[in-house]
């Protein structure tokens, strides 16, 4: 028999069984309740009657003293009657009957019908008999039986008065309102009985038999590994959570026998892999003992080429065990100590003997300290071969090798003979000695030499000159004397030349720049030259292109000193024809950079291709040069020029002559309106009547520039006060409200970029003229300094026309000039020749003959000596010598000379 | 007038305080005689010259109570208003100034006492009490914007206050009507009277004066006099008299009319008006007279032996009409509430003259009388 016929079997009688029986005890609930609530509802309703009109009425009554009043007490009966008829009765087939106490009926109601109850039909049936007329007031229920039919009854006494008050109602009423319940009842019971079993029925097919039928066909499945599909529960619940069970036992035993049939195969396959790697071992293992005994082959050739290494290269090797004290040697090693492989004892202590008694002390340390540390040391010494007791030098390294823990096992190292190396160095080191002995020796030579030449042309240039200036020469002496005092000059400016080759070899000679009147150099240059050019019949000429600029800024010596050497070879090595001398520039820049070309072409015999280069060399002289020169005339210029970063170029063709092309970087001169300086400045004698005091504040941090600056001031009635930093010039400024600041760029404390500024914005700042003083031409640094608040810039170094100039401008002052200017004194000192008068003749004897050396040195030594005597006079002097103006010099120092010659007390 | 009247405002905020002092008096300035007195009275007078008056005005609100004279519905109406009002929250010092004027029977009087009191301020509210008063405040608050509320005004309309009864007129009044409808005093006393057996109708005799709410009273009984054929209405006027001082000679003159009128009614029928207040004009009905009064204006003509009356309750008067100003002191436009009788009455029954002249009194009356039954 199937499930679902026994579920039907055993469910439908109980589920029948237990509805009817809920059914019947229902019912007879019910039944009990109806009558008890319909009783209930009638005693209520009797009671609100009695107690709210008969029990109110009788209590009026009472408390206004009128119970036996009858007038009022009949009023309030019928009042009370009245109400009763009026009383609403909630129940069909309901009756209201009120009796006195002599069991009169006062009143009757039935369905509505009113009336005495002698006229109502049902009162003549009714068996007052069965009425409990007890007086106690409380309610009574029974049944009475009323025109055949049982009716129920409940009634209240009202004492007072002696009233019954009755309410009836029929019995068939509530068994009416019982069957109606009990006929629901039942009808609901059968509806229920189907529609319960019917819910039972699939709710036990939906949630049990379906699933087992489910359970049931996953389990077959199972049995005929066909599993792993989903079982189609999805209820939640026990059953859900057995098909899910089952359907993860079906995965794993669809797993585990996938596993066991991959395992299977994996099985299989490590198989054959491994049976392939064990004949790939196999071969590999065949290979590397072919390989191993090709190795061992090759190492034994390798030992064989290595000792026959070492014993090339005289190195060998050695291997001390510090734990055994045994000591290996190599074969070279055994030969380079020329012993014999079994007379050495094999130990440290026997190699220590062998090594050179002097060395072996320093050897012994140096191992001692290698093992220790770790370090290598690697050291040459000596050794005396025990054989034939030669002394040979070897050069020996030494490595340290140690355990993990750091503890020394054995000392490695290697010996290389190395005696051949040690006296080539020696007899070296023996050459370079005598060389440097030798050269030291040039160089004493050379300035013994110097100065021995230096003094005789002293006098010559120095008497020259006295002769020059003497007045019964005629123009012819005086220009010879001239050619005399300048080509002795030159010579002493060659000797230079000796000496500064020296200094150039060693880097002590610099760019020393000025600005110089190039055109005049030029024609100096030409003039100095010309004599000899003469002398030779040649024709020197000078070709300079337009556009040349007179003023530049170089190192004008260098200039010269190359251009007469150039000029002066042309001359010396030509026998006829032309010496041309060009001078051209560059096209400038924005800054006024230009390049200076020379060109100084001769007709000689010209230079050999080969020799064009030798010819630069120091001390060089060609074949035909021999004995015509010092040699060091071109290799000064090349020099010269490397330092000016020049250039300089051969062309020659033998028997033709040749041409020196040299270009200079050069820069043209930039005044303080920014122009270029096109005329050489006019020399200013004093100012103008009417001129005002201006007060002028200098601002330097450099005492000897500022000093120079007072000095070109205070010649005029300038009042002067001087600073050294900006802070001290924004306090005097507040305080002295100066017309004109010269301030220097650069100071410390405060710099004039900042300080002007400050001043600027202070009261009167505005107005007062600010002129900076820079040794800076580069034109962005002439930017900085305008928009810091400055009104003008003057350079350094800068010639007292160049103050002069700019007072002109900026104050409007007037100045005088010399009238005669260029017409002679051309560079003239500007100095008072008066002040010379001070200086004892001794000290200005030794200023002299320093000027006519030109020993800058002593110059200067002397114009300390000036100092105390007169300051003026010692600044005048520095100033003419940092302008490297010693020609002026001379020529002031000629005015004391003439002064003295027309009296004075020192001569 | 108003120093008397601010004087009264600090009084009335220092009631609050008076145990307080009570308690600084016994303390601190014990015992009694000449000395302590002083100190006492100085004090009182530094306290009263420091409580600004200020502080008073502009928080409490300012209401105005014009009754027409001291006759006891009066009285009590006003009685049962205040009280009202201090269960509504209102403390005479605090939130409320009320300033109660007397105008004594005398319209001019009312005139002059309530011009001086609405000169010193604006009030919140001017409440009138009884028919003179109301009349006497409304014709000088009639189209202003403040507000008046009545009561203890048996016949608003007929005094010429108010439009019509029971709906809001719009202006800037309203208040409580405190009559019962004529109609509903005539049925209850239907109710009890058997009509005679000569078929005649029951005839009972009013003697009234001339004051309006008692003339409009009459002239409605006697309205409806003539629409019923089981009582007839004997009317007598006399002429008003301010009382107290005119009272003797208006009872003087009653007593001369009930000694006429006697013979010829069944019963006496008490009119509104200062007349029927008084006890007086009561007992000039029953010593004049063997004639029982069948309806009473007040609950002492039936403990007196009137046999009935039927009376707006006074204490639903006074607390309706404290209702009414709350709700106009908070804001409401007295023309959106409707004038209304007070919704509560009064029932009296005197048993003794219901014995006497073989009345049976239905049970639903002694219901409604309550206690009010005397015997």
Redo the contacts between chains.
Sequence with gaps: MRLQTKAVIVLLPMVAFVIMFLGAWAIQITQNSISKSIINSIEAELSGYVDDTLV??HA?LEE?Q?TE?Q??VE??QK?ALRSASNLHIHYENAGLLIFDSMGNNLLGRRDGVMGPAEKIAWSAVLELGDLDFSSDGAAKTGYIKFDGHEEIYVMRVFVPWGWRVIYTISSEQVSDSVARIRNGTIAAAAVAIIVGFSLIFVFFKQFFLRPLGALRQAALDISNHTGGKSIAINSQDEMDDLARHMERMAENLAQSHAQQEMMNRELENKVRERTIDLDMLNKILLEENAIRKKTEKQLRKSQALLEEAQRIADLGNWELDLVTNELYWSDELFRIFGIEKGEFGASYEAFIEVVHPDDRERLEEAYALSVETGEPYDIVHRINRPTDGEIRYIHERCEQIRDDRGKPLRSVGTALDVTEQMLIEKSLRAAKDEADASNRAKSVFLANMSHELRTPLNAVIGFSRLVRDSDHLTEKQRESMDIINSSGIHLLRLIDDVLDIAKIEVGHVTLETTVFNLHQMLIHVMDMLRQSAEDKQLNLSFEKEPGLPEYIIGDEMKMQRILLNLLGNAIKFTDAGDVVLYAGCSDRDQDGHFHLRFSVQDQGRGIPEEDKERIFEPFVQLGFQAGRGTGLGLAIIRQYLDIMEGTITLESLPGEGCRFDVEIPSQVTVGVDGQEVDRPPRKVIGLEPGQPVCRQMIVEDQRENSLLLQRILERFDFEIRAVENGVEAVELFSEWRPDLIWMDRRMPIMDGLEATRKIRVMPGGEDVKIVAITASVLNEMQDEIMSAGFDTVVHKPYRNEDIYSCLEEQLGLRFTYDSSEGEEGEGESELDPSLLDEVPSSLFESLRQAVLALDTEKILMAAEKIEPISSDLATAIRHEVESFDITSLMKFLDKRSSAGDSGSRDI | MLVVEGLQRRIDVLLPLRKSLEVFWMHVIPGKGMAPTLLKSLFLLVVLSVVPSVALADEAKRVILLETMQVPVVRENSRWFIRQMEELGYIQGENLVLHVIDMEGDKGKGEQLLGAALAAGKPDLVLTSATLASQTAWQMLAGTETPMVFFTVSDPVGAGIIEKAGVAGGKNITGIINSISPINRVNLALKLLERPANGKPVRIGIVHSSYPSSVSDVGRLMAIGAHHDEIEFVVRRIDYRRVPEGLPEMLSEVKQVVSELSPLVDFWWEPLGPLGEVESYTRTLLENSDTPILMGNRMRSVELGALLLLSPSSEASGREAALLADAVLKGKPPGEIAPNPAKRFDIGINLSTALRLGITIPPDIFKLAGKNIYR
């Design positions: 109110r009425h009026i206004n009128l009043v007038s009022f009023r309030f009042d």
